[in-house]
């Protein structure tokens, strides 16, 4: 089972940024970062990065967010600029631990999760 831990997040202003980091005890065919807006109950996938070092975006953050991956450390990166209000929300890393899908919009691709990290933008 892959066990995550997150580490970033905090408050920051608009138009600033910041970086969460999500570190993998073990080598998940895919990783990615979601967020769930306060009052949502779904949680929104950002991107996700696959072990073969490509990467897909929602376009809704296309743009402004960087997703990157270093297999040698098993962790992810999530590079937020130009930081909006509406960006605030608890950011989650998730990971698939098999092999083989090509799916990654929704949580239910993935079986490890995120303690999850606070991001509030301030206008």
């Known amino acids: 089972q892959v066990q995550l831990v997150q580490t970033g997040g905090g408050l920051v202003q608009t138009g600033g940024s910041l970086r969460l980091s999500c570190v993998a005890s073990?080598?998940?065919?895919?990783m990615a970062w979601f967020r769930q807006v306060p009052g949502q109950e779904d949680k929104s996938v950002i991107g996700v990065t696959w072990y073969d070092g490509s990467i897909n975006y929602a376009a809704s953050v296309k743009g402004r967010f960087t997703l990157s991956r270093d297999n040698s450390k098993n962790t992810i990166y999530l590079q937020m600029n130009s930081l909006k209000p509406e960006d605030t929300a608890v950011y989650y890393c998730?990971?698939?631990?098999?092999?083989?899908?090509?799916?990654?919009?929704?949580?239910?691709?993935?079986?490890?999760w995120g303690q999850g990290t606070q991001v509030t933008v301030s206008s």
């Open positions: 998730a990971a698939r631990s098999w092999f083989g899908s090509s799916a990654w919009t929704a949580p239910g691709d993935y079986n490890a």
């Open positions: 073990g080598r998940p065919s895919a």
